[in-house]
């Protein structure tokens, strides 16, 4: 197996009222807030065409996560059996992207209003993708 | 904006008999074979609690990619207007990171026969998720 490694750069970051892991839930649908992406003035020609109501996929780096974690009790729940990381949505994982299927609520500028996000604060978005 | 950047760990490879971005379909459903993911045998691991028939998506690096390419024609066709990437699905693109939904065929060890997939022999894995 090659030991290549490739450099990530993020394209935005979110901004969000939740600051903290322990604040945030577990999923976008469990109760989450709409967020702002606020994109890099030097990628955000990338939105051309992006219109209110589009589903988009944003994938995020979740930079407070552990990437030496392979299995795990999901949700964090003992009574649930060991798992390994590629079956679950654990934030810590080896390489720590999320995705996120929101809606775009609104669009000022470089920044989308999206929604709902479990994503904290100051997350780095790492790409935008129309609905699979 | 910050100019942090972030190191992206393949966790394993695409083994398929499509050898080059000319000869792969565009999506996974538009004819693509089945092909193997090969995990490192470092985060095989966390493969544990993956069966036939579940269906994941397996997010790969695009390594062949264009990372400076902010707007395009989509899929190539020049009657398409000029559309920003983040509003398409092409391969090149800031973070060329590739969503693919398939279903798990076969399990071998730390390989898993998943398809269809458009993915080149030789991309980098770099995560695996349940479906959304």
Redesign the interface.
């Known amino acids: 197996?090659?030991e290549?490694?490739?450099?990530?750069?993020?394209?935005?970051?979110i901004r969000s009222e939740l600051s903290s892991r322990e604040d945030a839930p577990r999923q976008g649908n469990e109760g989450a807030p709409d967020a702002w992406v606020?994109m890099?003035?030097?990628?955000s020609?990338?939105?051309?065409?992006?219109t209110v109501g589009?589903e988009?996929?944003v994938?995020t780096?979740f930079?407070k996560s552990h990437r030496d974690i392979?299995?795990l009790h999901p949700r964090g729940d003992r009574n649930r059996?060991?798992?390994?990381?590629?079956?679950?949505?654990s934030p810590d994982?080896?390489?720590p992207?999320g995705?996120h299927?929101v809606t775009v609520l609104e669009i000022s500028g470089n920044k989308l209003k999206v929604g709902p996000i479990e994503a904290i604060d100051g997350t780095?978005v790492?790409?935008?993708?129309?609905l699979?």
């Open positions: 197996m090659s290549t490694r490739y450099e990530i750069k993020p394209i935005g970051v606020e890099n003035s030097a990628v020609k990338g939105l051309q065409g992006m589009c988009i996929i994938i780096w930079h392979l299995t059996p060991i798992t390994g990381v590629f079956s679950t949505r994982r080896p390489n992207l995705l299927q780095p790492v790409d935008i993708k129309p699979l």
